[in-house]
């Protein structure tokens, strides 16, 4: 397809004496002609980067070209950026790109754009015929990769042959490592756009791991997923890149209409061991979604106490958050935030300090508060068994407050245990 399209380009290129670009609908360079000198600091950047800065993509889409069926001049008041001819790129009635050539002082001829437009349908054909294949490989990719995270074994078993088969990663030692992406109004799918947001992180990844690393794409309904395989796992750093491309990109297709939800599970060393990743990832996911201190963005190995929580079935969780010294403490505190004061404290890790900084108090108030809390729980503060009981049933009681709130009475059990 490449070779295919940069002939294209070339021979308009050629024949007009210009330089010529061909973009995908989000504006990401496909194919560029050389320069015959009139180029300008955008199409320089779009070659060098094979993409534009996101602000002025919204800018150019703004124009409404996705809609145009014909050829027009894009004029955009930005620094660097000469006026264009934008030939909409289409076959089967799909916009599949947009053609570009650069025209300042408007002496294009209809000819010359007659010829653009024939350039614009060959490429149609050319990426329409690749995007079929493209399709159809993905959709096949993709159902193993459902399959590899399929509660049968069996099914995981043959999914993992498949990838195998498809060669769908190196062969080499690889570290794979699942991010899970979850759109927090499930009413309201948001699937293309997330699949789009995943591809762009897709291309963020590649630039880490070049042809050593690959990964693959899974989406439905409100749920996406993305599979990184390398020959080490991300760094911090790298992941972070990664992350804010994916919410800018999803926030960029859909105008901050909606926010994302991610969860990064821990790396594993087999293709057997990715659902591990994978429930990692969505179990992170969720804590996220309960708890506000620890999204938009969690990982697995971040998440503390909660990654033991969250593996809780919804009966149990339920359950144990009935701590008969927390009941009794929340029904005897009032005004007097001792629940919140005792929280702080073993939030603190016993330091009095920090906590009454914290709380904005004396220390004399904390320690006056802390023996009304023992008193009235029955509890040692200065025993560890008695701490990890009450700190624990504050998660918990934290957690069981999140379903509640999140879900219906009947069906909060089924929710807790949609992660699998």
């Not at 790109?97 to 001829?109: H, M, Q, R, S, V």
């Not at 995007?131 to 159902?143: N, Q, T």
């Not at 990064?264 to 969505?282: H, K, L, N, T, W």
């Not at 934290?398 to 992660?419: F, G, K, N």
């Amino acid at each position: 397809m490449a070779d295919e399209l940069q002939e294209v380009v070339d021979t308009l290129a050629e024949r007009l004496q210009r330089s010529v670009a061909i973009d995908d609908p989000q504006i990401r360079l496909l194919a560029a002609s050389r320069h015959f000198g009139d180029e300008d600091t955008t199409r320089v950047f779009s070659v060098l980067n094979r993409s534009l800065d996101p602000r002025l993509c919204e800018q150019i889409l703004a124009k409404g070209i996705a809609q145009w069926t014909s050829p027009g001049l894009v004029v955009v008041p930005n620094e660097g950026t000469l006026p264009r001819l934008c030939v909409p790129v289409r076959c089967a009635g799909l916009l599949l790109g947009y053609l570009w050539l650069i025209d300042p002082d408007a002496t294009l001829t209809e000819h010359d754009k007659e010829s653009a437009r024939e350039a614009a349908e060959r490429a149609g054909v050319v990426l329409y015929r690749d995007l079929i294949v493209h399709e159809r490989a993905r959709a096949r990719h993709e159902a193993i990769l459902w399959e590899l995270v399929a509660t049968d074994p069996a099914i995981r078993s043959q999914a993992v042959e498949d990838l195998r088969a498809e060669q769908l990663f190196p062969a080499t030692a690889m570290h794979f490592q699942v991010l899970g992406v979850q759109h927090r109004g499930a009413e309201s799918p948001q699937t293309v756009a997330m699949e789009a947001a995943l591809e762009d992180a897709q291309d963020t990844i590649a630039q880490y791991c070049g042809a050593q690393g690959s990964a693959l794409v899974a989406a439905k309904k409100s749920r996406a997923w993305l599979v990184i395989a390398q020959p080490r796992p991300l760094s911090r750093r790298e992941t972070e890149t990664v992350c804010d491309r994916l919410t800018a990109r999803f926030d960029q297709l859909t105008h901050h209409d909606g926010q994302l939800v991610l969860g990064i599970g821990g790396p594993v060393s087999r293709i057997e061991d990715i659902i591990e990743s994978y429930r990692q990832a969505f179990l992170a996911v969720r804590a996220a979604q309960l708890v506000p201190s620890v999204g938009p963005i969690a990982r697995w190995d971040e998440l503390g106490p909660y990654a033991l929580l969250m593996k809780m079935p919804a009966e149990d969780l339920l359950s144990a958050a009935q701590v008969p010294a927390l009941a009794t403490l929340e029904r005897e505190d009032g005004q007097r935030g001792l629940v919140a004061t005792l929280e702080a404290f073993l939030d603190n890790a016993g330091d009095v300090a920090r906590t009454a900084g914290e709380l904005k108090v004396h220390r004399a108030t904390l320690y006056h508060r802390l023996k009304r809390i023992e008193a009235i729980t029955e509890c040692d503060l200065n025993r560890g068994e008695d701490r990890l009981t009450l700190h624990l049933g504050l998660k918990l009681r934290t957690l069981a407050a999140a379903y509640r709130d999140q879900t219906a009475p009947e069906t909060s059990s089924a929710a807790l245990r949609s992660v699998s």
